[in-house]
């Protein structure tokens, strides 16, 4: 049963995301600017970059979407698992009126 001591777990996850989220994206921010201030290429653009620097570059990418995947499936799991619902296979012992 969702009680509302798990409503204010999910809250306090939510807001945690949210305080994540906006930390990101404030040091975006801050990297465009320096990288603007000083002249060089913008981020996403290919020019002048060596191969090996690429080659890094897109492992890196991978990295963050694994872990951008790993951070969605925990908070999925915490959020069924406080819900009680078995993924995949919907909720048990529930009848419909």
Do not use: C, H, W, Y
């Amino acid at each position: 049963m969702f009680t509302e001591a798990d409503s204010k777990a999910q809250d306090a996850v939510i807001e945690e995301l949210k305080a994540e989220f906006k930390s990101l994206a404030e040091q975006e921010e801050k990297l465009r600017a320096a990288v603007a201030a000083s002249g060089e290429p913008a981020f996403g653009s290919n020019e002048n970059i060596p191969p090996e620097v690429a080659k890094m570059l897109e492992e890196e990418k991978e990295k963050a979407k694994r872990e951008g995947a790993r951070r969605v499936a925990e908070f999925q799991s915490r959020r069924s698992g406080a819900q009680g619902v078995i993924p995949g296979r919907g909720r048990q012992g529930v009848i419909r009126i």
